[in-house]
C-alpha cells in the first residue's frame, strides 16, 4: 500500500480532534500525536477506533500502547492489513 | 512525584462520546467497566477513572521515562468517589479527586504523606521544561521544583510539592 496515501487518509481520520493545526499542515511521520497535533488524550481513543473502523483491522492493546505518532500509526495499519490478507 | 489531571464535563461532552461502540473497552479493564456500568452516574464514573490514570500516568511516565497509550496498564483501584489507588507493574500511586464546577480534578502522588505537601502554582509563573517535563525556580531556594500542569476547557491547574 502507498504510503502517502495512506498519510493522506490517516489525516482526514484525525482532523477533527487537532488542536494545532499549524503542526497538522506541516505534518509527516515524526508528527506525534498527543505533543504536536495536541489531540486530547481521551480522543486518541476515537482516532483508534476511526483506524479500525476505516481498515477493518483491529489494533489490539500492545500496538494501541504504541499509537503515539504518525510513524508508529503508518507502521500498525500496515502489519494488520498484511496479517489480514 | 505528583501529577495531576482536569477534566471539564461541560467539554467532555462535546469532545468525546463515552458511549461509542468499543470506547470504553479501548480504555478501562473490566473491573472498571463493571464501576461505570453500575454507577449512579455513568458519566462522572467515566471520568473519575480517567483523571485517576492520566494523573497517575505522568508519574510513571516521569519515574520510568516510558511513553505509551497505556490506559488498560494503569488499573484504578476505586476506594470511594474521591479517593483511591492506581497500580501500573509493581508500582502503586494514590489518587484523591474533587468532583466540583461541573468539573473532575485530580491529585497523583507516590506517598500518600504527600498529599498534604501539594501547593498550587499561579498560571502566571514561568514555566521551564527539561524533555518535555515542566518544572519552575523556587523564588527563595532557587532550587528546581517540579511541576506538574493541566488543563481543559474552563480550567488550568498547576501544583508542585513543597520541601
Known amino acids: ?14 482532523q477533527p480532534y487537532i488542536q494545532n493545526q499549524e503542526a497538522f499542515d506541516i ?3 515524526d508528527t506525534d500525536f498527543i505533543n504536536d497535533l495536541k489531540i486530547n488524550s481521551a480522543n486518541l481513543v476515537d482516532v483508534i477506533l476511526d483506524i479500525e473502523e476505516k481498515y477493518d483491522i483491529v489494533i489490539d492493546n500492545e500496538a494501541m500502547e504504541r499509537m503515539v505518532n504518525v510513524k508508529a500509526a503508518l507502521e500498525i495499519i500496515a502489519t494488520k492489513l498484511s496479517e489480514k490478507n | 512525584m505528583i501529577g495531576n489531571d482536569i477534566v471539564d464535563l461541560a ?13 470504553l473497552d479501548k480504555i478501562f479493564t473490566l473491573k472498571e467497566q463493571f464501576l461505570i456500568a453500575n454507577a449512579i452516574n455513568p ?3 467515566v471520568w473519575n477513572l480517567w483523571t485517576r490514570k492520566e494523573a497517575a500516568y505522568k508519574i510513571y511516565n516521569r519515574e520510568t521515562g516510558i511513553r505509551g497509550y497505556i490506559p ?12 483511591g489507588t492506581v497500580s501500573i507493574k509493581e508500582k502503586i500511586y494514590f489518587t484523591k479527586g474533587i468532583i466540583e464546577n461541573n468539573s473532575i480534578y485530580t491529585i497523583a502522588v507516590t506517598n500518600k504523606n504527600n498529599f498534604d505537601k501539594i501547593e498550587s502554582i499561579d498560571s502566571a509563573v514561568t514555566l521551564l521544561k527539561n524533555n518535555g517535563i515542566p518544572f519552575v525556580i523556587d523564588s527563595v531556594s532557587k532550587k528546581k521544583k517540579a511541576v506538574s500542569i493541566t488543563h481543559h476547557g474552563r480550567f488550568w491547574k498547576g501544583i508542585t510539592l513543597l520541601d
Open chain 2, 72 to 83: 488498560l496498564q494503569l488499573e484504578c483501584f476505586y476506594e470511594n468517589a474521591t479517593l
Open chain 2, 43 to 45: 458519566e462522572i464514573m
Open chain 1, 1 to 14: 500500500m502507498n504510503k502517502e496515501q495512506t498519510i493522506e487518509e490517516l489525516k482526514n481520520i484525525v
Open chain 2, 11 to 23: 467539554l467532555a461532552r462535546k469532545e468525546s462520546n463515552w458511549k461509542r461502540k468499543g470506547f
Open chain 1, 27 to 29: 505534518l509527516t511521520e
